[in-house]
């Protein structure tokens, strides 16, 4: 019972954080900030379904979470990939950066 | 979820929120950004729904690929908007209230969130989940329902799905990582 009281109140101080970067997302006058306030939703998200996978006693949520961990992470990279470069493929012009 | 009896409120007004923060905001970028959360918002509540296949299909498309697509597209035009018509118009307004409110009635015919005598229930789960332990011996049904019994559509979909990706990476792609290569070969060429 302690223990589902724990995740409990874990479960809502995660949501909290979800708003928070929910407002920063909204709010947040740069590129960067939102780029920032997505990515945290993101990991936000995948504590919430751990959390949420504990709390209803079926842990193999952890598999959703960390494929989408791995997916936030792929998709924050392309965003800055996008801001940065306009596309993609786009590295360096610096030559010790060319992958060929 | 008994557990959990606030989680759907929360969720859905985070949900409504961005909805209407996507309409108002003139910053696409931010508009595509906040599409991402909202994706993630959706595959949260499908989570908790227990419908973790469709969260996971909503989280790769929604807030994967979707939002580089759109991201793509505002790299190839302008990431402000400039809205042509700013006043008040009330055929649309009354066309979406009318549809939504049609899409809201069509809801009390639904079986109950959660209603094991639901139509779905009775069509060909049962079947599968007495069947598949004899028939094909996998732990998981969804697993055996996709890989054998709708074996042959997965293999078509899957198919379609790759052709896509290749499609839109040369798309995406393929033009700078040609042009990079022309222009790295010569310098490869002298070093030998």
Redesign the interface.
Known sequence: MTG?GVL?AA?IAI?VC??LS?IR??A?PT?FD??L??NS??TK?VL??AL?GY??GRPD?LD?AL??AL??F??TV??MK??RF??????EDDDSE??? | MSDLPGIHLVLFTFLAVIAIAVIRLKDLFAAVMLMGIFSLLSASLFTVMDAVDVAFTEAAVGAGISTILMLATLALTDSEEHPAHNRFRVVPLLAVLATGGALVYATFDMPRYGDPSAPIHHYVAPHYLEHTDDDIGVPNIVTAVLASYRGYDTWGETTVILTACVGVLLLLGGHAVVERFRRTTPGQEDGE
């Open positions: 589902t409990g479960t949501v979800m708003g929910l997302s909204i947040g590129v939102r780029i306030a997505v939703f993101g998200t919430l379904i949420i709390l209803s949520f959703l494929v989408y997916m936030n792929v998709g392309a965003a996008f801001t306009g596309d993609l493929a786009g590295v060319e992958i060929f």
